[in-house]
């Protein structure tokens, strides 16, 4: 039994079939071999370490019963630095226990000071409500843990305020609630001991960036009632884990790395799915387009989320508990859907043991989820990375991850949920038809060769600055001092927010003049969430982020909803509700957008000659301007309707890089064919931008210009999608030589003749990839590379 953790919980009765065999059965199934490289991850031994000697006999007896006869050598150094007043990060594997390290100290002082409290924080409500199941199992006298966020009734808040003594919340919670009335939590701050944060590698860019403030507003908080908590971090295996805690609370963090829990060995499948004849087009019943997997102009390769869904009925069928990552709301929708679709055709009302989870669904609905797969009701489940960081969960005998997820830290912290008490598992990952993913299959150093990536966050981010000092003197007025703690640029923050007319200087500090609180968005997702309402009833079916709002909840949109497909039939932005009808079209809806990327300033460049390579502030403007409805068996464009959506307006951070015309054409590249080679050379880079940075391909945007005219040459630049940005064009102008060379080596690659999605072509290009020159785009890379110095 694995005793690394006190949260862990079985997910059904049960072993399924060996991870070799399984892995046989699957590449099997159809013709070729889809797979294109094999990596045996060993079973490790755990090395174990008496209990600290400050751990009471009460609080041992209690882990004993759950299960954890002793800790792991990590767990016990985390702990006791922790004991002693030392902020620490334990940056671990999934399942390594990294949670017993913040419960053992946090819990042993609530027993031993009968006033101390403790804070925890996790970017997710499922994973604290996990946690809140942990701490409640338990059963310890007087430490009364209860969760408090936006799903905690009302006539439950007063009382965890006054009596509560673990508070699991999140940091938008934190934000909205805690730190607005810390005057009502007054008591609960004075005495606060440990502030834990739970998966703190999640806390990067722009969100990343907030929580580092709001995290120094509460260390402001805490100071005024004369506390200084020590804050307890634990994070999957990172780059650098100490140096990005630091950047995140504001204090010296010690990092405990050396993971020495058990591990049961895993079978990593790397998974390209086949090429589709020439003549299928898009004939997948489930075409990309129907799902926003990509826009391509023709399918090259079978869907991965076909792929995806058809591997998730064949492990459920073998009774193999399942999970699969999929990394769209949309996707996760989809692959559940067509495995249950699957399933039931094979056999009558196995469907039932499929079912999908993302965010957007309402509470009860989360919950019902989380209990089936607990109770192993649920064999198979899609889910997006809200379950990456979520229920505690082993017994699970396979993952599947539907697309690279962006970063390696996230692959293995999804591949890490395989694993049934130490027993061996299956991870596949399925490679979308995408530069970078296939770019990874056949590179597979580049996964498990490769040192996970560093945090980036950027707290000195004037656009996530200035708000959060806002939020502070709204709290309490601003004095010099605070400046110190909100670090750079804090000084340049608060005095333009004078100009601004936000703040008024006294003698004894800088005061908020409003009555109202400023509106920030932690998550940078472009506004309030926006309801969707289905017209008829007036039933409430989720939510969508308004960054997303325009591109999914347009008029005429097609939503997707537990499997129902729903038709927008209008999207009012000023009250943030979109109303829908049931509705089953034989069509799907792609929403188009025209950009124009103007240069701010630059902060820093390179002159190489023909080529410069620059980093600086922009302005993006952009709009939603139309949507295609395509045939669902076909992919084919029945038609583009017009979209009157408001033009959106972000400064932010970009990497672009110029070429004198002169060095195209020696280089071969003829004057008309330069827009589509600087367009493929863009596309391309995006893709592989990842590889870098902890960034997603949806965090960033890109434009490509033939002769810019802030540049007068031709020009690609590549934006961080975020205000202010998020450090990840710092990180691609840092390393651009290694980015652009594995950017070319990708095109290159490729077996395609003129480009397809695995190389050039984009899914979420707004001109519907067109133009573009695969070939012209290595002349391009090959000029820059040739000029730029390492």
Known sequence: MESSSAATVSAGPGPGPAPVDL????????AGDPVTHVERVPARAGVPAPWPSWAPEELRAAFAGRGVTAPWQHQADAATLAYEGQHVIVATGTASGKSLAYQLPALATLLADPRATVLYLAPTKALA????????????????PACYDGDTPRAEREWIRRHSRFVLTNPDMLH????????QWSGFLRRLAYVVIDECHTYRGVFGSH??????????????????PVFVLASATSGDPATAAGRLTGLPVTAVTEDASPRGGVTFALWEPPLLPPDSGSSSPVPPQATGEHDDLHQVRRSALRETADLLADTVAEGVRTLAFVRSRKGAEVVAANARRALDDAVPGLG????????????????????ALLHGDLLGLASTNALELGVDLVGLDAVLICGYPGTRASLWQQAGRAGRSGQEALAVLVARDDPLDTYLVHH?????GAPVEATVLDPANPYVLAPQLACAAVEAPLTPADLVLFGDGAKEAVDQLVAAGAL??????????HRER???????????PVCVVESSTGRLLGTVDGGSSHFLLHSGAVYLHQGVSYVVDDLDLADGCALVHAEEPDWSTHARDVTDVSVVSVRSYVDAGPVGMFLGEVDVTSQVVSYQRRRIATGEVIDTRPLDLPTRELRTVAVWFTLSPQSLTLAGVQPADVPGALHAAEHAAIGLLPLMATCDRWDIGGLSTAVHPDTEAPTVFVYDGHPGGAGFAERAYGTASAWLRATRDAIAECGCETGCPSCVQSPKCGNGNNPLSKPDAIRVLDVVLANLPE
Request: charged letters at 35%.
């Open 504 to 513: 008024r200087q006294r003698p004894t500090g800088w005061y908020w003049r």
């Open 352 to 371: 039932d043991r499929v079912a999908a989870y993302r965010g957007g669904y309402l509470r009860e609905e989360r919950r019902e989820l989380e209990r």
């Open 176 to 183: 909205h609630g805690i730190l607005p009335g810390h005057a």
């Open 518 to 528: 400023p509106e920030v968005d932690l998550r940078g997702e472009g506004g309030a």
């Open 211 to 228: 929580v580092a403030h709001v995290l120094r507003r509460l260390r402001r908080q805490c100071a005024r009632f004369g506390a200084t």
């Open 129 to 144: 409500a996990d946690q809140l199941r942990a701490v409640a199992a338990l059963e310890l006298e007087g430490v009364r």
């Open 444 to 448: 597979p150093e580049a996964i498990f």
């Open 23 to 30: 892995l046989r059965r699957l590449r099997a199934r159809g």
